[in-house]
């Protein structure tokens, strides 16, 4: 069993929403650190989204001002708001908290599988 379930994914015209759920299968993972991460066919695996421990969340250039990580009250979801899609933000999103760069996103299936969202243009 992983311990994340991430889900929210789907088709949407460019422009549009999603909100992306990743959300812990146990009650005791820790979800300190979890980031959001993706893969876009032809790139390697990006970081897109994580609160940092100290100093401000890190956002990705290319989703900067676009899309928004949170969490819930009790800080077993994490969220990722993404408005304003774009073609090129279609790709399997997961959410992991690795210590190493992995050029292949599907490495962070260890922590729970993606979910996929396509964006039409």
């Known amino acids: 069993e992983v311990p994340l379930e991430v889900s929210g994914g789907g088709s949407v015209q460019a422009g549009g929403s999603l909100r992306l759920s990743c959300r812990a299968s146990?009650?005791?993972?820790?979800?300190?650190?979890m980031g959001w991460y993706r893969q876009v066919a032809g790139k390697e695996c990006e970081l897109v989204a994580k609160e940092m421990s100290i100093g401000p969340t890190y956002y990705s250039e290319s989703v900067e001002g676009r899309f928004t990580i949170s969490r819930d009250g009790d800080k077993k979801t994490l969220y990722l708001q993404m408005n304003n899609l774009k073609p090129e933000d279609s790709g399997e999103y997961y959410c992991?908290?690795?210590?190493?760069?992995?050029?292949?996103?599907?490495?962070?299936?260890?922590w729970g599988l993606g979910t996929l969202v396509t964006i039409s243009s």
């Open positions: 146990r009650g005791s993972f820790d979800m300190t650190g």
């Open positions: 992991a908290n690795p210590t190493v760069h992995y050029k292949e996103c599907r490495v962070l299936e260890a």
